[in-house]
């Protein structure tokens, strides 16, 4: 029995079953034999859920660098481990090989170092996905410099608010970027955005679209003047195995964005762990995660948990309709890509266009397709597995979070027969329990709840970054001694889990988490608006869509309400960004409200959804008559 790599049924129960009953055993079996570390831990596990406080592996000492890149060089060097696919076509792919990776990585650390870069410091990375985004988030953990990646598709206030919370010392950029036939000017973001943050006093810029930009004296440097100059070797710094690796961002429904921490030890044997499980990667295969660098899954499953397998992972830079909608298997062709992990978004929208892209690629080097984000439907499920797997391909559709940092409930190809939209069973040291609304577990099956996990995994988040009180408030307060994930969840009559999808304001668009709160907080910026609300409505390719009630400060005539629409859209870009922009804005008179002053979502989800038959009883609330305008005058009927 391998505890490493799963290969089937039987074998699954046999290692969930230890990993329930022994996990500290499990997960040390596993960390000893896979990974290099430069001390051994004194204890596997040391866990409190009231506080909440989760140590894995405490006092052994390590650098995660070494486990994705030194520890291969000796016999798989010549390896690819990066090959990089541009925006366009034309312009040729690299192949990045272990030893270009290791030296690349070198240069750049020791680029952080001379700018006084050390153990500890926070270095914000606003970058698009070339190259230097993953050798730049790899220098940082070569040197114990805790990386702080931002989606390079936000706005420079959200850049800055993001900068400002972790106290980046530090911004590497690009002079731009290319997406599809467009080129985005990424420095001038970053120049607003620090306009605002004082305490940034080195900008590092690579350049990609060689546009004119602006370096400012004393603060901006290209980058690779000085990578040119950098030695090419810098030994890893030696990290305890709970020592932060990075912080990533993501949405809460209330509030700022959430620093999630991650630390070195426990983060690289899960991803490590469930990278070679839930895409049954083999040496020598291609694996391709669509995502960008910029979200956990292309942190965990584009860099981290492919290198640290030694495995070929590709990185794409534009889109998956540049040149056309073929570009995906276009590239899977060329590659021969052997995994190819994916978002339901992509997949509705490749499924709404010609099948003629798919079918003019030979997509035989196919083995494993998966999915991550939100939901699947059923159709787009069959659609991928009928005419990109050629039903011949495991769809494994991964359900995990930012915070969990790796996959927690994943089919295990060839092992977990799958079923469209469910995720199915809980990878080895994942232990779900399912609450109702009393706060109890709901055993057996056939069930449905609040999604929680019992027991810790090493890849958990740590903490909030400077706010451990929210931590504990938003993951373990719900649920007595457990994680609350924030999801519901159904369990079928065989163990399947399915989930049916947040259970709080947090909206998934295009398989992008969006906080309600903050949008409001946009809108309400607007002076026209008095008050707004917003909701998701079901969206045929972004999963949802957004829906805003406004409630206008003076109501006027419709050509004025066009403009206001524009302008709403307009500040949310400026806030968030442009995957935060409403598709549907209606303005009402009030909103319904309990008594005690709460917006009612659900009534507002309802119609937004135009599922008005059954809208419970609205008579308690505060404004009844409100609910048949809103009703009358829905953009959705
Ligand atoms: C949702 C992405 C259904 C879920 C890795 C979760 C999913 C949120 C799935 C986390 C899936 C993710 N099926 N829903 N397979 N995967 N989700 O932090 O609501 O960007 O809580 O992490 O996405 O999104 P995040």
New binding site residues.
Partial sequence: MSNYHIKHLEEYFQVYRKSVRYPEKFWEEIAEEHFLWRKRWDKVLEWDFTKPEVKWFQGAKLNITENCIDKHLFSHGDETAIIFEPNNPDEEAQHISYNELHRRVCKFANVLKSKGIKKGDRVCIYLPMIPELSVAMLACARIGAIHSIVFAGFSSSALATRILDSDCKMVITSDGSYRGSKTIDLKSIVDAALEKCPDVKNVLVAKRIDSDIHLKEGRDEWLQPLLDEADENCKPEMMDAEDPLFILY?SGSTGKPKGMMHTCGGYMVYTAYTFKNVFNYRTGDVYWCTADIG???GHSYIVYGPLANCATTVMFEGVPSYPDFGRFWDIVEKHKVNQFYTAPTAIRALAKENLEYVESHDLSSLKVLG??????NEEAWHWYNDNVGKKNCPVV???????TGGIMISPIPHSTPTIPTY?TLPLPGIQPALMDDEGSEIKGNQVQGKLCIKFPWPGMARTVWGDHQRYKDTYFSAYENKYF???GALRDGVGYYR?T??ADD?I?VS???LGTAPIEDAINEHQAVAESAIVGFPHEVKGNALYGYVILKEAGESRKHENVRKEINQIITEHIGPIAKLDKIQFVSGLPKTRSGKIMRRILRKIASNDTDNLGDTSTLLNPEVVDEIIENSLNK
């Fill in positions: 993501t979200w956990i899954t999915t991550v984000g939100e939901p699947i559709d991964t359900w995990w979070q930012t915070e995720a994930s924030g999801d989930i999808g947040r947090v998934i398989g992008h988490n």
